[in-house]
């Protein structure tokens, strides 16, 4: 996998993923930024939980359950001090979908935490304090 990311001006940068992707990150005003883009931790936070949304969609699809949504609700806390690293990260997930039973949604949360998401297991090794829960909506 390869990236490149390139200064545009200020404290504006612009990724360009392999497979063809960009995205603009920038900084906060107080370092000179003009908001155009999400912060790069925003974007480490957004990438866990895209990747942790992908298994548990994936997951549920295989076990057969009827899934018509799934929202994963992040929260965290950063060191006071720098680098202001991750110290805990919170994962709520909001699966919406008609009888979609419990232990299997507890199961693909549990799959994605222990085994299967590449970015909470980096920032979990990485000393990260990350945490899950769900719940079930029943669709009409």
């Not at 545009?8 to 990724?15: D, H």
């Not at 992040?74 to 039973?101: C, M, N, Q, W, Y």
Request: proline fraction near 2%.
């Amino acid at each position: 996998m390869q990236t490149s990311v390139h200064w545009l001006e200020n404290v504006a940068f612009e990724a360009k993923s392999e497979s063809g992707h960009s995205v603009v990150m920038d900084g906060s005003a107080e370092y000179g930024g003009e908001n155009r883009g999400p912060r790069p931790m925003e974007l480490i936070l957004m990438g866990l939980g895209g990747c942790a949304s992908f298994d548990i969609v994936t997951i549920l699809k295989k076990s057969r359950q009827d899934v018509t949504g799934v929202v994963c609700q992040l929260k965290a806390e950063r060191a006071d001090s720098i680098p202001a690293v991750f110290t805990k990260i919170h994962l709520h997930f909001v699966v919406t979908g008609k009888a979609v039973k419990e232990k299997q949604v507890a199961k693909a949360v549990e799959l994605s935490a222990e085994k299967y998401c590449s970015a909470s297991k980096m920032l979990s090794d990485g000393g990260v304090e990350i945490s899950h829960d769900f719940e079930i909506i029943e669709a009409e």
